[in-house]
């Protein structure tokens, strides 16, 4: 049973019990769920993923105001569940809090995107890492009575502006045209293929983001994104031939498979009206898709920005 199930059986057979016999007047303040950091919250996890920071367990968001009134009983009855159920855990991280127990809705949100609820403007959109807000809104809620710790989590999964997206998007198909159509091969002239592997890291860390984009979602951490992107319904299959650009294959090769994934996504930005130029080089498609953004303010920044 993977994490997320074991946290969702957990809660319903002991934490929720718990809240209604013990919290009945807290209970219809209570957001209950895993989410936040961890392969366990995006449902990556394994045997191996037990050695550190598993642990059984559900987080209860609560207001600031709800917080105070309830708290810290809640607190202290999570503890003594969450002890019993995790008598042989692996060992925890020194790299941050616990996700499990009474969090604040605000201070989770804010550790995640360091912002306390939803984006309000383009800037905070554009700027805040993908993987910030993949974090954010990964995991299940069980639970929510109140409503408010999901309100924020629809914002950030479905409301991101278009022109963000647009922007996002002509700034990481620049980006994979400079690394793997470009300076991959200069690079290999000059003799350094080092520096050749670089920039093909480079590319791929670009094309997975744009296959995200493209799927209206956000790039998880980095060491997530080959499994995450083979479940994607659009570019899936891409998972294969990107990991194949870092692990084997001659230069000759690598060269060819990127010509190729960029040719397959010139392909769909065409058929759907990003762009309708006939270059297979990405950058002047870049700048047909900033011709999209109805924001100045957007349009007229760097076209690698974002």
């Known amino acids: 049973m993977q994490g997320i199930e074991e946290s969702r059986k957990f809660f319903r057979e002991k934490g929720l019990p718990l809240l209604m016999a013990s919290f009945p007047d807290a209970l219809p303040h209570i957001a209950a769920g895993r989410a936040g950091r961890g392969s366990e919250c995006f449902g990556f996890d394994d045997d191996i993923s037990r050695d550190h920071d598993f642990r059984t367990g559900f987080t209860l968001w609560l207001t600031y105001e709800a917080e105070r009134a309830y708290g810290f009983k809640l607190q202290r009855a999570c503890e003594a569940l969450f002890k019993e159920a995790n008598r042989e855990c692996g060992r925890e991280s020194k790299l941050g809090p616990s996700e499990l127990g009474v969090v604040c809705i605000e201070d989770f949100y804010r550790r995640h995107t360091g912002l306390p609820g939803a984006p309000r403007t383009w800037q905070e959109w554009l700027y805040t890492p993908e993987y910030a807000f993949a ?165 007229e920044l760097h076209v690698m920005e974002g």
Request: hydrophobic letters at 40%; proline letters at 4%.
């Open 135 to 299: 974090e954010a809104v990964n995991g299940e809620v069980f639970m929510d009575n109140e409503g408010t710790f999901s309100r924020i989590r629809s914002v950030i999964l479905y409301d991101m502006p278009e022109d963000v997206r647009l922007k996002k998007i002509a700034a990481r198909l620049i980006s994979m045209a400079q690394s793997g159509q470009y300076n991959f091969e200069r690079c290999l002239k000059h003799g350094e293929k080092g520096a050749a592997l670089m920039a093909l890291n480079e590319f791929v860390k670009s094309t997975v983001s744009l296959v995200f984009l493209l799927n209206f979602r956000f790039a998880p951490y980095y060491k997530w994104h080959f499994r995450a992107l083979k479940g994607l319904p659009l570019f899936g299959e891409l998972g294969t031939p990107l990991e194949e650009l870092l692990t084997g294959g001659s230069f000759e090769e690598k060269g060819a498979a990127v010509e190729a994934i960029c040719g397959r996504i010139l392909d769909y930005l065409r058929e759907n009206g990003f762009t309708s130029g006939s270059d297979a080089y990405l950058e002047p498609h870049a700048f047909e898709v900033m011709k999209h953004i109805r924001s100045p303010r957007l349009r």
